[in-house]
């Protein structure tokens, strides 16, 4: 069988100013990041392709307001309330995550499973400047039995789950590093994958001199439950684009998004 090797590596622009750390620097993770994986039939992925539907979702401030407030309303009203309010990304993460438990057929007795990037920059030591052009990226899998995702309190208990994700990368920020080990036991055809985020400015790094383009939208959405954020145009709210395989499953997440958000 044909194998084809992958290879990663990032760079860092570092300054004449900066002090010369006392011996090679390696990253055992990255430095051991060798995937052997078979070749696929050449016409798969882009048959696969043509049969997803995609589409878009544009959040404004106040629907992203309302929606915290009904996650922290239902935490309340069912004796679990959150420690805070949640922020935009988990609100929104949370809304896109019950929805896309409810639109598929999987099994009561099965678990919803959530993938997402943290960025971890901030978190180097010693820190890292503005010409640090590499990703500092970290893995992290929230999981949840399918029925907490179909029932009432659906909201706050995928915003809990998707918090304390977060909260164990401020603990130990390289934890989820080779994020590949992550995936291993993953079952892909009940994950949801969470791509950019609600604070990256698309629509600013896409003006090249002739002001903010109309539409924005990722074109390398070929997973079947693959989620991209992005902020919005006017800079308030967030755009969420969705990809799914099976029509009949995206009408139901519309329908349960839209129904959630009132």
Avoid at 105 to 116: G, K, Y
Avoid at 171 to 185: E, Q, R, S, V, Y
Avoid at 226 to 244: E, K, Y
Wanted: aromatic content about 8%; hydrophobic content about 40%; overall charge neutral.
């Amino acid at each position: 069988m044909s194998q084809v090797r992958i290879v990663d590596a990032s760079y860092v622009d570092v300054p004449e100013t900066a002090v010369r750390p006392p011996g090679p620097i390696k990253l055992t993770a990255m430095e051991a990041l060798w995937i052997v994986i078979p070749v696929a039939p050449p016409s798969s992925l882009v048959e696969d392709r043509k049969r997803f539907t995609r589409r878009t979702f544009t959040l404004d401030a106040g629907d992203i307001q309302r929606l915290k407030q009904r996650i922290v309303h239902l935490g309340d009203s069912h004796g679990a309330p959150l420690p805070h309010s949640p922020s935009t990304f988990t609100a929104v993460v949370a809304l896109a995550w019950t929805c896309f438990a409810r639109c598929k057929p999987f099994s009561p007795e099965d678990d919803a499973q959530l993938f997402f990037f943290a960025d971890t920059r901030a978190r180097l030591d010693p820190p890292v400047d503005v010409g640090y052009i590499g990703a500092c990226l970290t893995g992290l899998i929230s999981k949840l039995p399918v029925p907490e995702l179909r029932g009432d309190r659906a909201l706050p208990a995928a915003a809990s789950a998707v918090e304390d994700e977060i909260s164990k990368v401020k603990k130990d920020p390289i934890a989820g590093w080779n994020f590949l080990t992550l995936l291993t036991g993953a079952c892909l055809d009940r994950m949801m994958n969470i791509s950019g985020s609600s604070g990256f400015r698309a629509y600013e790094v896409a003006d090249f001199g002739w002001g903010k383009p109309r539409r924005t939208e990722p074109i390398t959405m070929n997973h079947d439950g693959q989620v991209a954020l992005m902020r919005s145009r006017d800079g308030q709210g967030v755009q969420v684009s969705v990809s799914l395989l099976q029509p009949a499953h995206m009408d139901a997440f519309k329908s349960s998004f839209l129904e959630l958000l009132k």
